[in-house]
């Protein structure tokens, strides 16, 4: 662990536990120094898919109070917590905070600079905002989900990578920072409405021109990106692993036909559409004839755009990865490092994930509260180690 301040050093966040993209959002903000206190539930929670706190990564780099937000006085609580802090992140279904004394409106008249960072699937608006969903749910309907998938076969989940990650928790960081800067300037606080259906579509962006101007089929399976092309695929090797190519522009492809041992002038050209089933025969028994790390020898130093497919593990391993220090071990776990880098603020990983209340006391007397101050707060069901 280290003390090295990120460029968000100096911004306190109020977070408020839930699942999947606020944590990831919250994490992201304390990897770049921001000082974030989590608000967790008393005792045991169904969140977290019963990871061990160790082992629930997102939630490194936190200090942690616990608080029944239910509690005749767990809404006062709260408010206190928040008139020190410039952001707060929230992941509830629309309504629910106002239910509990603890919307907007009352909380940016408790502090008007405040940024209110509020996370879901649906939006705070619309036929469905009110209605339960998850990742799977909202790049559905945003589109994204139908593009994924083979010709032919029924859409993939990409993992819960595009909703709530990187439409959902990276949104919701961006928007804090977004809406930090702006407060800071107008000495004005906002609502920050972060849904995943947006941010899914958001990354759908560029297929918006492409389907516009003809270079985008929605059928699946059938364009450049989606495994219709034969040079932008995966394919199995001896072993049973895989290896991944992209080799879309000319002078790659031909790089890639070189590493190969096959001669251009006997196979169909690149983007001659109707022999892009010859090409992927041709391309499929090649890489099966060899075994994954044989062709990453065949590969070394060639301006192909060739990867071996890497299990998560695998990943941490990899001579990139390792020379920029891209996997950390903290608690004995293997995760991410932060990103993006900064060269002169760099952002680093603080502490562990907290235990429920842990480190609470030293949180909140950094955030300038007194001994009187901790006091009243316990008093009103606050929870924390001294």
């Known amino acids: 662990m280290t003390a090295t301040m990120g460029p968000l050093a100096g911004l306190r966040v109020l977070e408020f536990e839930a699942i999947g993209p606020v944590p990831f959002g919250a994490m992201m903000l304390a990897d770049m120094g921001a000082d974030v206190l989590l608000v967790d539930r ?25 608080l029944d937000l239910k509690s005749a006085q767990g809404a006062e609580a709260a408010l206190r917590l928040a008139e020190e802090a410039d952001a707060i992140v929230e992941g509830f279904r629309p309504g629910v905070m106002e239910r509990l004394g603890l919307g907007p409106e009352v909380m940016l008249a408790r502090n008007p600079r405040l940024v209110y960072g509020r996370m879901t699937g649906w939006g705070q608006d619309g036929p469905l905002a009110a209605r339960a969903g998850h990742d799977i749910d909202y790049i559905a309907l945003s589109g994204a989900l139908h593009a994924i998938g083979r010709a032919g076969d029924k859409p993939v989940p990409p993992l819960n990578l595009v909703g709530d990650f990187g439409g959902g928790g990276m949104l919701l960081a961006f928007g804090i920072a977004c809406g930090v800067i702006e407060a800071r300037a107008s000495g004005r606080g906002q609502v920050v409405d972060a849904a995943m259906i947006d941010g899914a579509a958001l990354l759908t962006t560029m297929f918006s021109g492409m389907l516009a101007s003809g270079q985008w089929s929605e059928v699946r399976g059938a364009n450049i990106l989606d495994s219709g092309a034969p040079w932008y695929d995966t394919y199995a090797t001896q072993d049973g692993k895989y290896v991944a190519i992209g080799a879309i522009e000319p002078k790659f492809y031909a790089a890639l036909l070189q590493r190969l041992g096959l001669e251009a002038v006997s196979l169909p050209a690149q983007y001659d559409r109707a022999g892009w089933p010859v090409l992927r025969q041709r391309f499929a028994a090649t890489f099966a004839a060899r075994t994954r790390d044989d062709w990453c020898t065949v590969f070394d130093g060639a301006d192909a755009c060739f990867a071996p497919v890497l299990t998560f593990s695998e990943s941490t391993r990899h001579p990139q990865v390792a020379s920029r220090g891209g996997s950390i071990e903290l608690d004995g776990v293997a995760q991410p490092a932060p990103a993006p880098r900064f060269a002169r603020t760099p952002g680093a990983v603080r502490r562990p994930p907290p235990e429920r209340g842990a480190d609470g006391g030293a949180a909140l007397r950094d955030w300038g509260f007194a001994p009187q101050d901790l006091e009243a707060l316990a008093a009103l069901g606050l929870g924390f180690e001294s």
Not at 51 to 66: C, E, F, K, P, Q
């Open 42 to 66: 008393p005792g045991d929670s169904e969140l977290g898919f019963g990871r061990t706190r160790r082992h629930d990564v997102m939630l490194r780099g936190r200090r942690s109070v616990t």
